[in-house]
């Protein structure tokens, strides 16, 4: 290790517990490997992720917090590792997502905007079933992370995850303190059974499932796989959801999922 390195790294220990770690730790890393962009958001279950920390422009957090809060959280392949979950570690976003991701309508219509052109995130296991995502990007400037990147990275794993158990070990606290008031369940209500009641009133319960998958990126293949059906009744069900819905894409699906998402946490 550079001296540079060992320089930083203790810094960051040196700022645990303190405002200032998050941007210590991004900053050493950043040292060692170029990016454009860090974000470390923090999940539990459905509910609203925490961010933790990012160092976005502007404009730019608008789209990459602020909307993203706001409900395509729910289609992140992130957000959709930790619910599985996945182990702790570092990770690829594109190792992460279905077959059929970037024909996806949550990339489409809200990834693009990022204008990545990859994501990488360190996965830290939180007590409290909370999972931290430190998300390392890179825009259309750099080439994706080369396989040596990589490899530098996760050499920095074991340290990275230790740094940020011991910083953010109390988390878990922010979601109980930010859950809704009682006379106001509504809104976390809905976020968790976003798929489950989704056109509930016109859909049987196999077609929201369909629906589900198919935001989340899955091919009419990988769905029948996951539902037990042929790829033929997975594109009928499609078609009769379309048609049950008024609509007649797989953008105007996903319009309308984030509407009726939004809309019922305004009501809320």
């Not at 990007?137 to 990147?149: H, I, N």
């Amino acid at each position: 290790m550079s001296s540079d390195w060992n320089n930083a790294l203790g810094e960051t220990i040196g700022a645990l517990g303190s405002p200032d770690f998050p941007g210590r730790l991004v900053a050493a890393l950043r040292g060692r490997i170029d990016f454009d962009y860090s974000v470390m958001f923090a999940y539990c279950g459905d509910a609203r992720p925490i961010d933790l920390f990012d160092d976005f422009p502007l404009p730019k957090r608008r789209v990459f917090v602020t909307d993203y809060q706001e409900g395509p959280y729910l289609l992140d392949p992130f957000f959709l590792a930790c619910k599985r979950p996945v182990g702790a570690g570092l990770y690829r976003l594109r190792d992460l997502v279905p077959d059929r991701f970037y024909q996806s309508e949550y990339f489409r219509s809200y990834y693009v905007q990022t204008g990545l052109s990859e994501e990488i995130g360190y996965f830290v296991g939180l007590p409290g079933e909370v999972t931290a995502v430190i998300s390392l990007m890179r825009t259309d400037r750099l080439p994706v992370f080369s396989a040596r990147e990589f490899r530098t990275l996760k050499d920095f794993e074991p340290i990275v995850l230790s740094l940020a158990r011991n910083h953010w070990v109390s988390v878990s606290r922010r979601f109980r303190d930010e859950e809704p008031k009682a006379e106001n369940p509504g809104i976390q209500q809905h976020i968790e059974h976003a798929f489950l009641t989704f056109g509930k009133s016109v859909l049987t319960k196999r077609e929201r499932s369909v629906v589900e998958y198919v935001l989340k990126g899955y091919s009419s293949e990988a769905i029948g796989t996951v539902l037990g059906i042929s790829p033929g009744t997975v594109r009928i069900h499609r078609k009769n959801i379309y048609s049950k819905l008024g609509i007649n894409s797989q953008g105007a699906l996903f319009s309308r999922f984030i509407d009726a998402l939004t809309s019922e946490r305004s009501v809320s």
